[in-house]
């Protein structure tokens, strides 16, 4: 009789032996099964959750394989034991098993939680072209200043969830912070996957090669949107909205709390005289006639810079209209017979009396054909759409606007004045960034707010690079 009772014990030990060391070597099948009972009787099997930290995915499989292995060796030898220790055993599998398929419903209530959070933001993605020339000015101004956005706590005033994708020299790709992902043509919806955190801002970046015997230099700043693997991010319809930026462009908290509305933004800014809007529309009517007549009059376009951002439903249409017009205007709208023609034009006399060179900036400038360029394709793509200081702010303008509704501050003035007024060269800029701008403040030059505002960013204890 004596041998009887041992042999269920010594099964019993066996089993719990077996199922301890399949438990560490995660050996069971995923079972799918449960039970109502009460939870909370159990202290014990609450504390082995709590040590277990089934809150990482694997272990919870681990556990739930865990209770099924126990259920089934529980259900094949209740007939030969019949002891207490037997009932104590099955009150705890259903404990552990209901805790298991507790911590599961709230599991799969954060996945939806992290999968819906982003339902009622904007979602932007900030896009630029990185030449091997300009690394430094990656290093100095967007880096810092993105690192010190995803750094940033949200709160309540989260409404734009912002992604970078650097457009770059392979040269010039060496350089690219190592957290932004390299990807490819074909790209997935799987890139996206990365995203961690209710505010995680993501990075990508991709070998672009320029076009060779390209006869205007900045149209490779423009290309790339036309080539892979920018055309796979945007066939994937992700993006609500597409901010197009330079690598001489400093981002600011805006850029999350700001939404875009309508068709678009464009940066304000100095374009030209009074006569180049003007020019502008002569002649686009002449070398651009498919484009047809304008959206509205050009009293109601007013000054602007080159950033855009367009909304996913006007973009394509935007950059072919912008790439077409930048080349054409490049190539023929600043031959000798169309400048003698400006000197002879009426209006030119009458806004410039006695100027007789207006082929140059910034009357008219081939050089910078992309910025007439822009604004053909706003004046007949972009029927919605709004002039933003908000975008290209000038250093000058930046202390009577607030920094908290800027989005970028773009810095062709400042690089321009710190050059003829400090008579440096602009790697002083790129290499000792905070003591130059204080000296041309100094000066007279202006721009507090960014200064204040890029010392926060270059003094943050956190940063990474301080190389910069």
Known sequence: MHSRMRLPFFLLFIIMVVIGFEYWFGTYQLPTFTRNNDAERNDVTLEILNHSNIQNDKRLGILEKQ??????????????????????????????????????????????????????????????QLAESKIHHYKTFVKPSWDRLE???????????????????????????????????????????????????????????????????????????QMEPFNSILNLNYYDYILRSDADAIFFPGLLAVRPTGDGWIGSGYSGTELTPHLVRRYTKRFLPDLGPP???????????????????????????????????????????????????????????????????????????????????????????????????????????DISTTIQAHLLELKHVIKNTLERNLTDLCSHPIETMRKYEKEGGGGKKLFEYMETVYKDPEMADRDT
């Not at 020299?169 to 961690?196: G, M, W, Y």
Request: charged content about 25%; aromatic content about 8%.
């Open 67 to 128: 209770v099924f292995n126990l259920r089934e060796t529980v259900q094949k030898t209740s007939e030969s034991i019949k002891t207490h220790e037997h009932t104590q055993l099955v009150d705890s599998l259903w404990n552990l098993s209901n805790k298991v398929t507790a911590l599961e419903k709230i599991q799969d209530t954060e996945r939806n939680s992290k999968k819906n959070w982003m339902n009622g933001l904007t979602k932007s993605l900030v896009v630029m």
């Open 151 to 225: 750094r940033l706590d949200p709160e309540e005033t989260l409404h734009v969830l912002a992604d970078l994708f650097i457009a770059c020299h392979p040269n010039a790709c060496r350089n690219i912070d190592k957290k932004c992902r390299l990807i490819a043509s074909n790209v997935t919806i799987d890139v996206f996957e990365k995203r961690q955190e209710h505010h995680g801002m993501l990075c990508f970046y991709a070998p672009v090669p320029e076009k060779q015997d390209e006869p205007y230099v900045f149209a490779h700043s423009l290309n790339f949107l």
């Open 295 to 401: 959206l509205r009059p050009n009293e109601m376009t007013p000054s602007m810079q080159s950033t855009f951002y367009v909304h996913k439903s006007k973009f394509r249409q935007f950059t072919s209209v912008l790439l077409n017009a930048t080349n054409i205007l490049h190539e023929k709208a600043f031959a000798k017979d169309v400048c003698d023609e400006i000197t002879n034009l009426t209006i030119a006399q009458e806004l410039h009396p006695g100027e007789t060179n207006f082929c140059r900036w910034s009357f008219w400038h081939q050089g910078v054909s992309s910025l007439y360029g822009t604004r053909v394709a706003v004046d007949h793509v972009l029927e919605n759409v709004t002039v933003s200081k908000s975008l290209d702010a000038m250093v000058s303008a930046m202390d009577r606007q």
